[in-house]
């Protein structure tokens, strides 16, 4: 059973992650919120299939995308030095003793079909959530197959941020290929 | 040294983007000998490569 107190329990965590795309601490509230009311409106259709934390921060993202698109003045996190800090970053998939929070599952034949047909639409959802320069960075990597150093060249950054950049980027569109799956077999 | 999850995930991006160092090699093929989360992470890794690789030849 899905309580209210179990999704409350959530928030420090949603704010987190909610802070680490956004910059504006009200923004970030703000979403966290609309995330909470939500949640409470639709625990009903909460199939149990993944963790409450997994559903909530799905929910989450669609309305970081939301206010991104909705509010101009919320700046998309694009200088990595005011970013959320490494740490900050890898508490959302690890927890305190360094070990995954959720299992990480193998990809078999079936998910590896998925990903090439729903690419460019999960792709665009979940990277409208990342900072611009981190996207285009793992598009100049993985879509164009650019060398490190020609993308340090282009973004104007370091190999050390480059490398920060692709790893946080390829975190998070793994998250959203097993988020969007989710959300497909609860359909 | 034993490394965790956390910087074994850190490693095996990196060795996407360059090659690993002999003792950076070491610590993760260890880890990797003892966690299947983490064998299953640098699958998903190589899996989105190729296809992303695909998707940006417009195949
Ligand atoms: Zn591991």
Known sequence: MLTPELIEAERPYLMRYAL???RDKGAAD???QETLLAALESATSFSGKSSVRTWLTSILRFKLIDTIRRERKVVLVESFEDEASDDEFADL????DGHWREPVRAWGGPEATLIAR???DVFERCS???PRRTAMAFVLRELQGMEIAEICKALEITA???SVMLYRARMSLRECFEISWLGGAKA | MMIKCKEAS???SASLD???TLAEQVRLSMHLLMCGNCKNFSQQMAQLRAIARQVGNGE
């Open chain 1, 20 to 22: 680490a795309q956004l």
């Open chain 1, 30 to 32: 703000e979403a966290v």
């Open chain 1, 93 to 96: 998939f690890f927890a305190p």
């Open chain 1, 118 to 120: 729903e690419f460019w």
């Open chain 1, 128 to 130: 409208q959530a990342m």
């Open chain 1, 160 to 162: 050390t941020n480059c």
């Open chain 2, 10 to 12: 850190w490693l095996i």
């Open chain 2, 18 to 20: 360059r090659p690993l």
